[in-house]
């Protein structure tokens, strides 16, 4: 069955970058859309970035808007989220999600996606 395995979270301080990795195993990573969500402790799940099958859209929240990338390379079945600047209001544990039913949608809408990762947390400090 199709697994999904994020890395990449921890501790930095406000201002500076993380890249989160999240990579598939189980199905051909070409036919998934991919997207990144986040829970803050208090909070419920909210939409991060989107990246459709191909590569050629993404979508962001507002809040990551400028500062997040996310992209895809199926040569290694794997889609990043490069962060940076970094601010205290990003700390959540990151998930990365993965549908195959979408076609060339982008989708942010967290019901979406049948497959999900176990999560990597990120801590931004003040």
């Known amino acids: 069955q199709v697994q999904l395995v994020e890395s990449g979270g921890g501790l930095v301080q406000a201002g500076l970058s993380l890249s989160l990795s999240c990579v598939l195993s189980?199905?051909?990573?070409?036919?998934?859309?991919v997207g990144w969500f986040r829970q803050a402790p208090g909070k419920g799940r909210e939409f991060v970035a989107a990246?459709?099958?191909?590569?050629?859209?993404?979508r962001y929240a507002e809040s990551v808007k400028g500062r997040f990338t996310i992209s895809r390379e199926d040569a290694k079945n794997t889609a990043y989220l490069q962060m940076n600047g970094l601010e205290p209001g990003d700390t959540a544990v990151y998930y990365c999600?993965?549908?195959?039913?979408?076609?060339?949608?982008?989708?942010?809408?967290?019901?979406?996606?049948?497959?999900w990762g176990q999560g990597t947390q990120v801590t931004v400090s003040s």
């Open positions: 999600a993965a549908a195959d039913y979408v076609g060339t949608v982008v989708a942010t809408i967290d019901t979406l996606y049948p497959h």
């Open positions: 189980g199905g051909a990573f070409s036919r998934f859309a």
């Open positions: 990246i459709n099958r191909s590569g050629a859209s993404t």
